[in-house]
């Protein structure tokens, strides 16, 4: 079994920043593709960023230019680093993985953290 482990959320001013961390646990071989997504009330969830094994990184257009993605594989772990927060940016943010283990490739998602920003 996997387990995921979100950190980082919480108030912040317009313009601050956020670093969310994700940490995966368990019976883990190793990790391919590594996202944050985020849902606001009312709202789909959406993806923000994305990073590939091999580092290739995407985001929506939304967080262009104030975001960046990134990962340690040595500790599981993928990052969020927002920057120049905006009131649309508040949600709550979830960690997915593609984790193989035991053999097998599955899907895992994080609790979610939650992410305010005041005006």
């Known amino acids: 079994q996997v387990q995921l482990v979100e950190s980082g959320g919480g108030l912040v001013q317009t313009g601050g920043s956020l670093r969310l961390s994700c940490v995966a646990s368990?019976?883990?071989?190793?990790?391919?593709?590594m996202a944050w997504y985020r849902q606001a009330p009312a709202k789909q969830r959406e993806l923000v960023a994305v990073?590939?094994?091999?580092?290739?990184?995407n985001y929506i257009d939304s967080v262009k230019g104030r975001c960046t993605i990134s990962r340690d594989d040595a500790k599981n772990t993928v990052y969020l680093q927002m920057n120049s927060l905006k009131p649309e940016d508040a949600a709550v943010y979830y960690c997915?993985?593609?984790?193989?283990?035991?053999?097998?490739?599955?899907?895992?998602w994080g609790q979610g953290t939650q992410v305010t920003v005041s005006s």
């Open positions: 997915n993985l593609d984790v193989w283990s035991l053999g097998r490739l599955n899907n895992y």
């Open positions: 368990g019976s883990i071989s190793s990790i391919n593709t």
């Open positions: 990073i590939t094994r091999g580092g290739t990184t």
